[in-house]
């Protein structure tokens, strides 16, 4: 097998070595320099031919994008920002490449047309760096969970369950006609639906084995367009028993930093590529919505310094008496008992913070039915209306990245809120089975994967930090 060109870049004691490797041609330059790379590092090895020694049949083969296989010596190289470079002795041709036809030239091309060719973007340096840094990120996350005593749960994919209780679901069927047909005809003999979250049955999990963390997909049938919402993305959702809001809390700040301490150490030089793309990015922007901070600089900071922690009261309080909201430059009102718009959540983050924000005691009415209702004495009990302890952690550029909360663990209390909204018992009687049967405290929470790979690559838009996004009206690839 060929070594990795990540290997062959770092590995010094290969130097003067007889090397084999293997990639694609990213240039080809005087018919004699080829800047090959293999996905396994950002970096580009340089091939020197050797011109007298290379057929001019072989020459013509080596176009953008071709596979090729080389074996030669490894030497120290003359040019400036390479140790070394391969001595080319023999050279094949995989496969061929017609370079008039292949969609990606070596130039710079808009993220928008890339987003057509996703078929093959990640052969360039961009898409590369953020799929490493995926990797990174996932990898990361069973090692924190696995580290920290949590059990990694697989939550069903199909279930008959609307965890969030918003509805908005896929339906899973294998009826040619669903219209009129009774769903006990179909092969579940109910109605079944793709999995919004993994919540309820991480809950299950966390009740007996203690500490379960899910990752997975998850689906949503919204119609939302925007840069940070898919209709198929990756949550983790972590789960824990004996614990509480505050518990909840600390994991989930532990868990972003650990994350971002990581990829910080692991793939730094992806990282320092994504760092300039981003500063050139920002350049286009209009002054006011630059960021105060270098991608790098940025992830430094969130890993270094406290989430800040507030109530969703004094976050409404925070937000009426801010400029935007005087001068009526926010579009969606700001008024207790309303949700946050993205808009609220990216000025406390990012103008009047300046940091991650952790908003907790949301009103009961805008949060779904399992989490629990706030009494006096509380965290984020507000003597405006009835709260929960829900949980959401704002960061910067992004907005929501986590929502999570305690759980509603008293049954009596339980029953009341599904009543309210309108949640049959019947349906859930396995979920309320737990709060019968030793039931306890519990918390837990969600973390949107393409989010969170969002803010540390700094990539705008979630479609392009998943390999094949599933958007309304796209499902290529
Ligand atoms: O806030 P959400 O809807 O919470 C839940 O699903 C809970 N059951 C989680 C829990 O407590 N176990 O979603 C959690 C996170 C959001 O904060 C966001 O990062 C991400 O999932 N998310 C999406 N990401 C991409 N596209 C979408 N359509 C998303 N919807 C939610
Ligand atoms: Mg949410």
Known sequence: MPK?????????????????????????????????????????????????????????????????????????????GQRVELQVKELIVLGDSDGETYPIQPKKHSLEFLREQAHLRFRTNTFGAVFRIRHQVSFGIHEYFHDNGFFYFHSPIITASDAEGAGEMFRVTTLEDTKGTDPSEDFFERVTNLTVSGQLEAELGATALGRVYTFGPTFRAENSNTARHLAEFWMIEPEIAFAD??????????????????????????LAFLDKRYADEEKQKPEAQRSSMGLIERLRFVADNPFERITYTEA??????????????????????????????????????????????????????YMRMNGPGDLGHSDQGPTVAAM????????????????????EQLKERMAAMDIPEKELWWYLD??????????????????????????????????FPRTPGSAEF
Request: hydrophobic share 40%.
């Open 4 to 80: 990795p060109i990540r290997e062959v870049l770092t590995n010094e004691a290969l130097t003067g070595a007889t090397v084999t490797v293997a990639g694609w041609v990213r240039t080809f330059r005087n018919d004699r320099f080829i800047a090959l790379n293999d996905g396994s590092t950002i970096h580009n090895l340089q091939l020197v031919l050797d011109p007298e020694g290379t057929p001019r049949e072989l020459v013509d083969r080596i176009t953008t994008s071709a596979a090729v296989k080389a074996t030669g010596e490894l030497v120290p190289s003359p040019a400036s």
């Open 245 to 270: 809001l505050k518990d909840d809390m600390d994991l989930a700040e532990g868990l972003c930093k650990h994350l971002i301490r990581r990829v910080l150490e692991q793939s730094a030089d992806d």
């Open 316 to 369: 409404i309080r925070i937000l009426q008496d801010s400029k935007p909201y005087k001068k009526k430059k926010f579009q969606f009102p700001v008024e207790w008992g309303r949700d946050l718009q993205s808009e609220h959540e990216r000025y406390l983050v990012e103008k009047h913070f300046n940091k991650p924000v952790i908003v907790t005691g949301y009103p009961a009415a805008i949060k779904a039915f």
């Open 392 to 411: 959401d952690v704002l960061f910067p550029g992004i907005g929501e990245i986590i929502g999570g909360s305690q759980r509603e663990e008293r049954l």
């Open 434 to 467: 737990t709060r019968k049967f030793g039931t306890v405290p519990h918390a837990g929470f969600g973390l949107g994967l393409e989010r969170f790979v969002q803010f540390v690559t700094g990539m705008g838009n979630i479609r392009d930090v998943i390999p």
